[in-house]
């Protein structure tokens, strides 16, 4: 008879570093680890106001309640922002489009660097457990290109067109992590990633200036949402906090496997010498 297999996370979290290890009947099958990042803007979403356009450069400077403007390229603003003389039109120049006091929700998408301001972009992304959210746009989903047998993408395709109805002039890319997901499971997915949507779009609309509206995960959560799976018995967290905002999460994106968080109250750490 084949011994049933135990598979269990545990999540050590300090205010340094979060390890995440994978453990299967007692053996380290795989171990996470990363460095908590102060002040993080990177994927963060905020309401943006245009404080100056550039039309020399293609570009335009945004307050989003940085220390600093944030960059904000004529690539990277998608047609829905769009002043409505400019609609229509190829190929539009900055100026054309966009002009200061205009509000925008915007996504960091790099960190800034010595004078250099944060970049930001009107294209979001949300990810979720299973799939990643992009509002406002109908060209750029699909399937995960890590994700290469070729009877799975047939079958997530057909998904995708079935979840179509439900996405309202938005789009969605399926993560590698949603290999062998029912339709069911990618439903939720992105039922939670469209109230979630609906959060910020209204957080725009209720904020009277620049500033954040969704900050990124932090680092405990990110690491459940990228490698927590079904078929684990237990998820074990050494730190109150990190267990806190976990279960926040779990209660929100995956309501059913709540109860397989659990707080370790060990006298040791968990991973105390992993490395």
Not at 23 to 28: K, S
């Amino acid at each position: 008879m084949t011994a049933k297999k135990e598979l269990r996370m545990l999540i050590n979290a300090t205010h340094l570093e979060s390890r995440v290890a994978i453990v299967e009947n007692g053996v380290l099958q795989d171990l996470h680890i990363e460095s908590i990042e102060r002040n993080r803007l990177r994927g963060n979403i905020y309401k943006g106001t245009v404080v100056r356009v550039e039309p020399a450069i293609q570009a335009c400077f945004v307050d989003f309640g940085g220390d600093r403007n944030g960059f904000l390229a004529l690539n990277d603003i998608t047609p829905q922002w769009w002043k409505k003389s400019a609609e229509g039109k190829k190929r539009p120049r900055i100026e054309e489009i966009i002009s200061a006091g205009m509000h925008l929700i915007v996504q960091c998408t790099r960190e800034p660097e010595g004078n250099k301001g944060a970049a930001l972009t009107t294209s979001i992304s949300l990810p979720g457990r299973y799939v990643v959210f992009l509002p406002d746009t109908e060209h750029n989903g699909g399937i995960s290109k890590k994700i290469d047998d070729a009877d799975e993408r047939k079958r997530l395709k057909s998904v995708l067109t079935k979840l179509g109805p439900k996405m309202k002039g938005h789009s969605l890319i399926i993560r590698t992590v949603g290999i062998g997901q029912t339709k069911t499971e990618l439903e939720r997915d992105l039922g939670y990633l469209l109230r979630f949507w609906s959060r910020i779009r209204d957080a725009f609309k209720r904020a009277s200036r620049p500033g954040a509206l969704f900050l990124e995960q932090d680092v405990v959560v990110r690491s459940v949402r990228d490698y927590f799976t079904p078929d684990m018995d237990e998820v074990l967290i050494d730190n109150p906090k990190a267990f806190e905002c976990v279960t926040a999460y779990a209660d929100a994106a995956m309501p059913r496997q709540k109860t397989r968080f659990k707080l370790y109250k060990g006298r040791q750490p968990l991973l105390a010498n992993a490395r």
